[in-house]
């Protein structure tokens, strides 16, 4: 196959181009009536990712990573910064069809005519994207913006590929130059697993590629750059990302860390916020916060051992000493069990009741997030990798009842809300949890 013929490989967006026509024809229909506002208004608001819903499975939106910021979620992001002026450069390696530029036009001042402040702003907005259709639209998108607070009704003589000639068709990851002259960096990257790069010291095996478009723009931005990054919650709080945040630590001075929530209604992922400075050879990792400050009463830890139970089912042989055996089907929450019917072979380690355990698999929202069982018995029990095992450290049936009750109280749900957003709760964040009102029995 010849590289013209490889490169002529249809687009996975091109049903977008409908969409496009109708971006294009409302940019040239230049009447500013409270009609075309009000489509104006649809059109920067949450339309261009409605549009791409409809004609992209989210198979598809997921393989690209194609979930655009909603008007709430991206204001919120730019607002987390102040003082952007004239000189300000903003750049979005992963721009999509523009709504974080979008969101920063909005701060920027216009100048006394409307091209006049499509030529400023085409040197202060910069982006990159992998698609063709998407790039289009952010340009048009930027244009319509500027035309409606301008409440202009000149016509332009330039197409609007004219203008923003630095948001443009090309890889994030490789791009250097736009990442060099911004003094803002606007993320949200793609979230879908990659590998990571032979010799990477923060990550081995597969990451998710927003950790990989976070290290690129703060090893190739210059010193003093400011990023407002919209980024998945199992960076901030997952265990395997913790060399990630050390990373991140060495070459920036984190402003803020704030944990958002769903990301919206179709990519059901849990999103953090965070704004820092490039800030190369930085001394100070240490004041890094990604998670709430460690409380200085006593926690679980105090009192209990805390372990991922070791039996991985579908990976482990079935050999070794037949022990009783539990997962999260076989125990219901908030019940003390004694009696395991449920066997397998196993040649790692069981646990000796009395014990707690509760769920791995937990989100804000649920009835508890913590949601445990009592177990009880005389003999080891083997337990699945979904479950997470509680020692007590003095072995008494009744601290395991303690703690329990404690697991299934509102202020639990809430520390875990704040500390783990994400799916699955860590033995970390597990033995982090405060036992205001425990009284240790003896
Ligand atoms: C999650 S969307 C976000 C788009 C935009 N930043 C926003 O907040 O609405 C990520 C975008 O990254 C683009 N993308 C994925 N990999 C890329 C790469 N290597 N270089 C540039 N863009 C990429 C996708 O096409 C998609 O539009």
């Known amino acids: 196959m010849t590289a013209a013929l490889k490169r002529a490989k249809p687009s996975p967006f091109r049903d977008y181009a409908a969409y496009l026509s109708r971006l294009r024809r409302l940019v040239g229909d230049s009447n500013g009536d409270a009609e075309w506002n009000n489509r ?54 992963t721009c999509g069809m523009g709504d974080l530029l979008v969101a ?23 982006g990159t994207d992998l698609h063709r259709e998407f790039i289009d639209g952010a340009r048009m998108r930027l244009v ?16 609007e590929s004219e ?43 597969r990451i998710t590629g927003a950790a990989a478009f976070v290290v690129a723009a703060l090893e ?51 999103v953090f916020l965070l704004d820092l400075s490039v800030q190369a050879d930085n001394r100070t990792p240490a004041s890094c916060r990604w998670t709430p400050p460690p409380v200085t009463c006593t926690t679980i830890a105090d009192f209990f051992d805390v372990h991922v139970g070791r039996v991985v089912p579908h990976r482990d042989e079935e050999r070794g000493p037949l022990r009783r055996y539990i997962h999260p089907r076989n125990i219901p929450v908030g019940t003390e069990v004694t009696r395991i019917v449920e066997k397998r072979r196993h040649s790692g380690k069981a646990y000796q009741p009395p014990f707690v355990v509760i769920r791995r698999t937990s989100r804000p929202g649920d009835r508890y997030r913590a949601a445990a069982t ?69």
């Open 40 to 93: 104006v208004d649809a059109a920067l608001n949450g339309q261009a990712s409605v549009e791409l819903r409809r004609i992209a499975p989210v198979e598809i939106r997921r393989k690209f990573g194609a979930f655009f910021t909603g008007t709430e979620l991206s204001s919120k992001l730019i607002g987390t910064c102040s003082g952007f002026g004239a000189k300000s450069v903003f750049y979005d390696p």
């Open 104 to 126: 920063a036009a909005r701060k920027l001042p216009l100048c006394d005519t409307l091209p006049n402040t499509l030529r400023q702003w085409s040197k202060q907005l910069t």
């Open 144 to 159: 319509l913006l500027a035309r409606q607070r301008h409440k202009s009704q000149e016509r332009l003589e330039a197409s």
């Open 163 to 205: 203008f923003f000639p630095n948001i443009r068709v090309a890889d994030g990851l490789k791009e250097t130059d736009l990442y060099s002259r911004a003094s803002h960096l606007l993320l949200n990257p793609p979230f879908g697993q990659v590998a990571s790069a032979l010799g990477c010291e923060w990550a081995g095996g």
């Open 220 to 270: 190739r931005a210059k010193s003093g750059t400011r990023m407002l990054a919209i980024l998945p919650e199992v960076l901030r709080s997952g265990s395997f990302t913790e060399q990630w945040r050390k990373r991140v630590c060495e070459v920036a001075k984190i402003h803020l860390v704030q944990p958002y929530g769903i990301f919206d209604d179709s990519a059901d992922v849990d």
């Open 374 to 442: 009592v177990i009880l018995g005389k003999r080891p029990v083997a337990v699945e990798n979904h479950l997470i095992v509680c020692e007590p450290h003095n072995k008494s049936v009744a601290a395991c009842r303690s703690l329990m009750a404690e697991f299934h109280t509102q202020g639990v749900n809430e520390f875990l809300d704040q500390r783990i957003r994400c799916r699955h709760l860590t033995v970390g964040s597990v033995r982090e949890i405060p036992l205001n009102s425990f009284d240790q029995p003896a």
